[in-house]
């Protein structure tokens, strides 16, 4: 599968200025989703880090912030919009973590230091988007995913007779 090289990792590269990760940061979101050639990306960089960079963070003083809960192991626990830069960094996403995601992960080209959530992965995260959030996007992404999956399967959809998308 042809993956995107032109990334816009601005406010990951204006963080490292004044924080070394511990471990290589997880892309994720529509970033991984432009990674694999599904789609551009939004507004913001989400990425996903080791529990050993979010305490690191939080004896710095950044704040953790849950979601869907009052302990980071109920839900989602992010870095929202970590020092104005429109980057979000999350611990949990449903209770899967980075040693989750790190199985499966990939090296990013041309960035040594960050990998790409794999398909499987990614698409496991936007099902339960899906789930919590009924805009429409999310339903996009998730048949977007699976085609991507199917293509990299050696399998493509769109050029079989009869497609008919989701």
């Known amino acids: 599968m ?8 601005k406010p990951y590269e204006k963080f490292l200025k004044i924080y070394t990760f511990l471990d290589k940061p997880i892309l994720l979101g529509g970033t991984a989703m432009q ?11 989400d990425m996903m880090i080791s529990k050993r960079d979010k305490n690191n963070l939080i004896k710095k003083g950044y704040q953790l912030n849950l979601f869907g809960g009052k302990k980071e192991t109920d839900v989602d626990s992010t870095f929202t919009n970590i020092e104005n830069l429109d980057l979000d960094l999350v611990i949990t ?3 899967y973590d980075y040693e989750y995601f790190k199985r499966e992960a990939k090296p990013v080209k041309g960035h040594n230091n960050l990998l790409v959530m794999s398909l499987e992965d990614l698409l496991i995260t936007k099902v339960f988007a899906q789930k919590y959030d009924t805009r429409p996007k999310h ?3 998730v048949q ?12 493509d959809p769109v050029k079989e007779k009869g497609y008919i998308p989701m």
């Open 2 to 9: 042809e993956t995107q090289n032109k990334l816009d990792l």
């Open 139 to 141: 339903k996009k992404d």
């Open 93 to 95: 996403l449903n209770q």
């Open 35 to 45: 990674y694999y050639n599904l789609r551009q990306t939004g507004h913001d960089l």
């Open 144 to 155: 977007l995913i699976i085609q991507g999956i199917e293509i990299q399967q050696g399998y």
